[in-house]
């Protein structure tokens, strides 16, 4: 299957509140993928090819570079949610989830997931973006930025990337919203002054190369919506609400969004948050051998933005969806009280330190 692609270059062009047939149709259109599959392509004449190819060389050199030197923008104490996160220290959510466990013994073999048998074997690099609360309950999830000495142009190239990525997520919230018949506002208010995360994973793949290599085990998303630029090797799977498991291709200069926890706790599992898992493939390996007689970097770099919800904003069903059936499942709770939970179990807090 093929995922659609949603141009927003009309919805930007748009001015006020009346939009039009076509528009209020393309804002349904955007509720519904995200409610069927968890999963959209969207192009913003905002972000463009050359802007994540700016981000992916810079994140490629710096990958690159000595593990000890890496070490030196760790953060355990933040829980890892600024600077770097070594390899073999993310857990993916289904190695430690015994729903997620019981469930895979439901699933037919060709949908089946890698099953991870221990942490991921990627890096992460968190880097805030956006203007942080004076006062929040939540300091260590809204922490100050960590910059690695010699890249004099780190902040410019990270706050760029993150900002546009932003971006193009604050139209799909207005566009989804629209279109679950919810006020235009009614998830982008929530969002400001979020730990929203630009957070890059670098792949060692001089190291890593074996088919079925897990860089990032079957898990979904805390947050509210992630987006990805596309990557330089394939390797991504998501499954669709109806179980079907997808290579995803992401065309170039397009972006990826992919449903998180807390869209799901907001619209009451009319959306729910989107499985996937990174893997290396035969076309990785493909893209490897290419890369190789090409003299290119074998890291490979997810550029991926986690959007958030703001830390002391309540998470629960919002408008009508809190009349829905299955709305005692999603209880009001403070976003970031719900992030600190999830990071609990996914090795971030209160052991050796996101996924």
Same mark, same amino acid.
């Given at each position: 299957?093929? &995922? ?10 748009? *001015? ?68 770097? #996160? ?24 060709? %949908? ?16 805030? $973006? /956006? ?11 809204? *922490? ?5 000495? /010699?890249?004099p142009e780190w902040k410019e190239v990270m706050d760029s ?7 193009? $997520? ?8 629209? /279109? ?16 929203? &995360?630009?957070?890059? #994973? ?17 898990? %979904? ?68 051998? &290419? ?5 290119? *970097? ?31 499942? %999603?209880?009001?709770?403070?976003? /970031? ?19």
């Open positions: 299957m093929e &995922l659609p692609v949603v141009d927003l270059s009309r919805y930007l062009e748009s *001015s006020g509140d009346q939009l039009g047939s076509n528009l209020l149709e393309s804002c349904r259109e955007v509720s519904r993928i995200l409610k069927e599959t968890g999963a959209l392509l969207v192009k913003d004449p905002r972000c463009t090819a050359q802007d994540n190819d700016r981000f992916i060389d810079m994140m490629e050199t710096y990958f690159q570079k000595p593990d000890d030197f890496k070490r030196l923008q760790q953060r355990p104490n933040l829980h890892y949610q600024v600077g770097a #996160t070594p390899e073999g220290v993310e857990v993916p959510r289904s190695l430690v989830d015994e729903e997620m466990q019981e469930k895979f013994k439901t699933m037919p073999d060709e %949908y089946k997931p890698h099953i991870p048998k221990g942490p991921d074997h990627k890096w992460r690099y968190m880097w805030r $973006v /956006g203007p942080r609360p004076s006062n929040t309950r939540f300091k260590e999830l809204n *922490s100050e930025p960590v910059i690695p000495e /010699g890249f990337w993150g900002y546009k990525m932003i971006s193009a $997520v604050e139209v799909v919230a207005e566009m989804a919203a629209i /279109g679950f018949g919810l006020p235009k506002d009614a998830f982008t208010s929530l969002m400001k002054q979020g730990p929203h &995360l630009l957070a890059p #994973t670098g792949s060692d793949l001089n190291c890593y190369n074996e088919e079925g290599t897990i860089f990032a085990g079957y898990h %979904y998303d805390l947050n509210f919506l992630t987006i990805h630029g596309r990557s330089r090797f394939p390797g991504l799977y998501i499954w669709l609400r109806n179980g079907e498991k997808v290579a995803v291709k992401v065309p170039v200069g397009c972006l990826l969004i992919q449903t998180g926890k807390q869209i799901e706790w907001l619209t009451a599992g009319e959306c729910i948050a989107g499985m996937h898992e990174v893997v290396v493939t035969s076309k990785t390996k493909d893209a490897i051998k &290419l890369a190789k007689e090409q003299n290119r *970097s074998l890291w490979r770099v997810s550029s991926t933005l986690f959007a958030h919800i703001a830390s002391d904003s309540e998470l629960k069903p919002l408008g009508h969806f809190a009349e829905s059936t299955l709305a005692s499942n %999603y209880p009001a709770i403070p976003a /970031g009280e719900y992030v600190e939970q999830e990071l609990s179990v996914i090795n971030l807090k209160g052991k050796k330190g996101f996924s």
